[in-house]
């Protein structure tokens, strides 16, 4: 099974909005609202943004967003911040209890 | 607060085995499963498979089937992870992550991650 497709890189300016998507299939992405994204630091454990598509775990801000649209899921930033600059993956239930990674995005910020 | 602390690092050589540790507290071990997920050098995040921690049953990522072991020891709530005839594509950093479920038994979210133990593999 494939990864996940997620655009190699990103960028934006302080402030500014972007949008990362996480492209998968009707085994994965398509048939379960079951997308969550992490952020990864160098050298650092990922971090969970956001989990079922679009809930936030506590603690995390409102600057982070995700929706989903057939078999694309996409995480928005919001208010771009200079910490925000790290690598971030999306992940999917993709049935019998198994899950797929997407390649991963580094997001840079300009 | 819930911590995930794993083992240090290893290197091993080609053929070999490795064990990976990752001990839990501050939440109630077997109400939770256990996923491990790998990172190679300058590679993205890849899946293992998950133990539960309430009964021992396990998925693993096909690929590895028949190479990995997924253990718990609900005594020192502890989870490990088995890697048997390394090769250097074995290379990476191992993760354990609580694993969280939906009130439908539907897993959801990675929530907590351990720090990650270094696996070389290399003769």
């Known amino acids: 099974q494939s990864a996940l497709t997620q655009p190699a890189s990103v960028s934006g300016s302080p402030g500014q909005s972007i949008t ?25 454990a990922p971090k969970l943004l956001i989990y079922e598509v679009n809930k936030r775990p506590s603690g995390v801000s409102n600057r982070f967003s995700g929706s989903k649209s057939g078999d694309t899921a996409s995480l928005t930033i919001s208010g771009l911040q200079a910490e925000d600059e790290a690598d971030y993956y999306c992940c999917s239930y993709a049935g019998s209890s198994t899950r797929i990674f997407g390649g991963g995005t580094k997001v840079t910020v300009l | 607060q819930v911590q995930l602390v ?15 540790s990752c001990t839990a507290s501050g939440y109630t071990f077997i109400s939770h499963d256990i996923s491990w997920v790998r990172q190679a050098p300058g590679q993205g995040l890849e899946w293992m ?11 693993y990522a096909q690929k590895l089937q028949g190479r990995v072991t997924m253990t718990t020891d609900t005594s020192t709530s ?20 609580r694993d969280r479920e939906n009130s439908y038994g539907r897993k959801t979210q990675f929530d907590y991650w351990g720090q990650g133990t270094l696996l070389t593999v290399s003769s």
């Open chain 2, 49 to 59: 498979g998950w133990i539960s921690a309430y009964n021992g049953n396990t998925n």
């Open chain 2, 78 to 97: 502890t989870a490990y992870m088995e890697l048997r005839s390394l090769t250097s594509d074995d290379t990476a950093v191992y993760y354990c992550a």
């Open chain 1, 20 to 44: 990362i998507s996480c492209t998968g299939s009707s085994s994965d992405v398509g048939s379960y609202d079951l997308v969550s994204w992490y952020q990864q630091h160098p050298g650092r």
């Open chain 2, 6 to 20: 794993q083992s240090g690092a290893e290197v091993k050589k080609p053929g070999a085995s490795v064990k990976v």
